[in-house]
């Protein structure tokens, strides 16, 4: 059995999915937050899973940040990590931590709206923004780059003349709802193989 860390920052639906989907070969052992009032932390409760808040502002560099983190991954043996809703952006020191080992949900069609300062509502304002006519939801690996790993899984919505940024928020997040615990399950299947190699 693979244990699984989901980073969340926020709200927390993605992982409550992840929570109450049975996964061949892995389940979530703990969660993540940055934020101590995050909802997820909450959630991870109601499920008697195990969870930490790790305040960036805690700590006087982004290293020493991301090292408290990995004790944590540590100690619960985490193999793999889902980034759900996490606002934070993890450094190339830590990805090489956990190489092809981390995915991520973004709200937009990759390579279309991503990167650093495209996260939560400020994706579909932008998307709204510019006129696009579709949008959509992607899962992917992640590297180095922000946004730029191998993607996994995507879903499109189309966008209809009267959208605001909060409904297409609320259709994008249906489709995350359904292609995430995919992404996951590829994520397990992939590190098990990499770990018989
Ligand atoms: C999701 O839409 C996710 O794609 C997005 O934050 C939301 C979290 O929702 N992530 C990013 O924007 C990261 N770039 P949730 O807390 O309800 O799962």
Redo the contacts with the bound molecule.
């Keep these: 059995m693979l244990n699984i860390a989901v980073f ?8 409550e999915v992840l929570l109450n989907t049975p996964f061949k070969n892995g389940k979530i052992a703990l969660v993540v937050s940055n934020n101590p009032k995050a909802y ?1 932390l909450e959630r991870a409760k109601n499920h008697q899973i195990p969870s930490i808040a790790i305040p960036r502002c805690d700590y006087p560099s982004q290293q020493a940040f991301e090292e408290c983190i990995l004790k944590h991954l540590k100690e619960h043996h985490i193999d793999c990590i889902v ?5 934070l952006i993890l450094s190339p020191f830590f990805i090489q931590h956990f190489p092809n080992k981390i995915i ?4 937009s069609l990759i390579p279309a709206f991503c990167g650093e300062g ?3 509502i400020k ?1 579909h304002e932008a998307v709204l923004q510019y006129g696009v006519k579709v949008s959509g ?1 992607s899962v992917h690996f992640v590297n180095e780059i922000v ?1 730029g790993g191998q993607i996994i899984a995507q879903k499109a919505v189309s966008i209809s003349k009267q959208e605001t940024p909060q409904s297409l ?1 609320k259709k ?2 249906a489709l ?1 709802h359904k292609l995430l615990p995919k992404g996951v399950q590829i994520l397990i299947n992939q590190t098990i193989q990499a770990k018989r190699k």
């Excluded at 969340?8 to 639906?13: E, I, P, T, V």
């Excluded at 991520?104 to 709200?107: A, G, Q, R, T």
């Design positions: 969340a920052s926020g709200n927390g639906s993605n992982l997820a980034l759900a809703g996490f606002m991520n949900v973004h709200p495209f996260y939560g994706v939801a946004d928020q994008i997040s995350e």
